[in-house]
């Protein structure tokens, strides 16, 4: 998926700076400084970056993907639109009046506990608000928030 996620955004992955292949915290947040004066671009468009990831385009290895909002997003439709689920076990998911808003995929749990209560923090004032952790591996719902149905 990442070579056509890629392909998609015209990106070309030599022109993509290498990347450990499990990158920690601390080496992907400097990338995506906001303060810092050597602000990343967006690979694709050259935009101010506000995210990164780590890529694995055939032949390359794994690759820094810097992304703006706008770039980040058309690669989570063009996701989508494919059917092709997102990387992680554990999904965070928002929902308003039973709606999907919003949506995050990671493989720690611990990291997607982190994520849950803060979306509990940050939206949980939303009308009709509703936020959930589930185990996609099994399907089990693992907590939601407001408890109940």
Excluded: N
Aim: glycine share 8%; hydrophobic share 35%.
């Amino acid at each position: 998926m990442d070579d056509d996620a890629l392909a998609f955004l015209r990106v070309d992955p030599a022109t993509l700076d290498p990347a450990p292949d499990r990158p920690a915290r601390a080496d992907s947040w400097p990338r995506i400084d906001i303060h810092s004066p050597e602000r990343r671009r967006c690979s694709s468009c050259r935009a101010l970056a506000g995210a990164t990831r780590v890529v694995r385009p055939a032949g390359y290895g794994p690759r820094w993907h810097d992304q703006c909002r706008d770039c980040m997003i058309a690669g989570i439709r063009l996701t989508w639109e494919a059917g092709t689920p997102m990387e992680g076990r554990y999904k965070v998911t928002l929902l308003a009046d039973e709606r999907p808003v919003m949506e995050g995929w990671w493989q720690e749990r611990a990291t997607a506990e982190r994520k849950y209560l803060a979306w509990i923090g940050e939206h949980g004032s939303r009308p009709g608000a509703r936020v959930t952790l589930t185990d996609e591996e099994t399907g089990d719902v693992l907590t939601s928030w407001p408890e109940g149905p």
